[in-house]
């Protein structure tokens, strides 16, 4: 969907639009998504939304260990983040615009409240353990990481947002990466669903054994 909306306003010559400001040539992505692409990005946002919480759910289903409070909570943050993302493809930046930021806002804090919460949720199964099996290594070092870059470029979005009020290419840039950015964390969730992933999260013994140690050393 991004490549798709990057592409045709390249190809349609890079227009300026209304919202851009004086000094700015790069849109938004919303400046975009406001325009003739609003189908596109409704239709690409609510696709994305039912992705990754079928995903997710299918995750839960499968997981033989669990943080409950982690686990529910980091589900509950994703469906928050992703009625966000909706409503932000639905309620425009031209006709909605404070509703619209509110909505950003809303999608941004819930995935990473979620992404914050499963890594949490994969130091409670254990750092040892994880060591030991590589999918489940690889896969929390992916929702870490996401978790880092997205929250670092977030920050340094906002404040290139009104440093450079009148020319906003470097916030609109910075825009464009956060997004491919969280594109990457949605395909790392295929991670989970790869069988030996799967074959890791069905089979708690190594967590019960952690788990065991760590009570034993408790005084």
Known sequence: MLLAMLGHWTMIGEPRYALM???QNIPFISDIGAQELKPLFMIGSITTVLLLN?????FLQTKAY????????SFLFTIIGSIGLVMLSVL???????THD?????????????????ALDYIYLGIAHALREPMLLTSFGIKVSFFVIE?????VFRIAEHTHYNQNNMA???EWVIAFVFTGYILSLIVDQLPSSQRNLQDPKGYQQLEMRTSMSLP
Do not use: E, R, W
């Open 172 to 174: 609109a840039t910075l």
């Open 21 to 23: 400001k004086p000094g």
């Open 66 to 73: 669990t943080n409950k409070l982690c686990t529910h909570g």
């Open 102 to 118: 509110i909505c950003v806002t809303v999608f941004i804090v819930g995935f990473l409240v979620s992404a914050a919460l499963m």
């Open 92 to 98: 425009d930046n031209i006709a909605h615009h404070l």
């Open 54 to 58: 079928l995903s997710f759910y299918q």
């Open 151 to 155: 929250l670092t470029l977030i920050i």
